[in-house]
């Protein structure tokens, strides 16, 4: 069963733009804390921007000021606006519930359940 799905992601010069979806279970997204993640070819899958279901927002250093986490709670949809990209950001992109980590941490990948991510290429 999939109960999340990740979508947007594409190629992209640097300091372009990119707005990407994620459609959660409702099990999964409501009431719940929800974060974006990325993993970059070897390296750890990481947090990157976190929202409780209040919409306080979280930003890990590398992407503060640039991306933007919202949700939409009547959807159980999240979303994250990515601005002013960079090579840097290549990686796949997940969303799922944050289960109590910090953003910049790196992330347990067997012990949560993940969608099959989208594509974020940045080109210099």
């Known amino acids: 069963q999939v109960q999340l799905v990740e979508s947007g992601g594409g190629l992209v010069q640097a300091g372009g733009s990119l707005r990407l979806s994620c459609a959660a279970s409702r099990s999964i997204f409501s009431g719940k804390t929800m974060g974006w993640y990325r993993q970059a070819p070897g390296k750890q899958r990481q947090l990157v921007a976190t929202i409780t279901s209040g919409g306080t927002t979280d930003y890990a250093d590398s992407v503060k000021g640039r991306f933007t986490i919202s949700r939409d709670n009547a959807k159980n949809a999240l979303y994250l606006q990515m601005n002013s990209l960079k090579p840097e950001d290549t990686a796949v992109y997940y969303c799922?519930?944050?289960?109590?980590?910090?953003?910049?941490?790196?992330?347990?990948?067997?012990?949560?359940?993940w969608g099959q991510g989208t594509q974020v290429t940045v080109s210099s």
């Open positions: 799922n519930r944050n289960y109590g980590y910090a953003v910049g941490s790196a992330i347990p990948v067997p012990n949560i359940s």
